[in-house]
């Protein structure tokens, strides 16, 4: 017997903003039937579990013992600035100059999440 990843619970304050910010993130739409003021939203990522979003009532207290890594479709860099201008917060910059590394952001009610090199930042690396 073996269990299946339905979803990745995430507490907030405000799901169906925090829905919509991670909706931009990752190009997948928030739930159709989902509303603003709804206790629970949900993205539907295209592959594996959907991002679920609880209303809670404390705030982020502590460092995340678990985040999402985010692999992008263009470089690493520039997803970083695009999430940046979407409301994300940088928290550590572990990129190296050899172009290594992630870099640590949080999206805007703290929750901690990295964004790691793309195939193409590997692929120059490899050939430079």
């Known amino acids: 017997m073996v269990s299946v990843l339905q979803n990745v619970a995430i507490d907030c304050a405000d799901p169906y903003e925090l829905a919509r910010f991670w909706s931009e993130v990752t190009g997948c739409p928030v739930h159709p039937e989902d509303r603003p003021g709804d ?12 991002l679920h979003f609880n209303k809670v009532p404390e705030p982020k207290a502590v460092k995340n013992r678990l985040h999402l890594c985010l692999h992008p479709d263009s470089t690493r860099d520039a997803e970083v600035e695009r999430l940046l201008h979407r409301g994300a917060t940088l928290i550590a910059d572990l990129r190296e100059p050899d172009g290594t590394g992630w870099a640590v952001l949080a999206d805007p009610e703290g929750n901690e999440f990295c964004v790691l090199r793309s195939t193409a930042d590997r ?6």
């Open 39 to 50: 206790e629970e939203t949900r993205v539907m990522l295209r592959e594996g579990p959907i």
């Open 123 to 128: 692929a120059a690396a490899a050939h430079p």
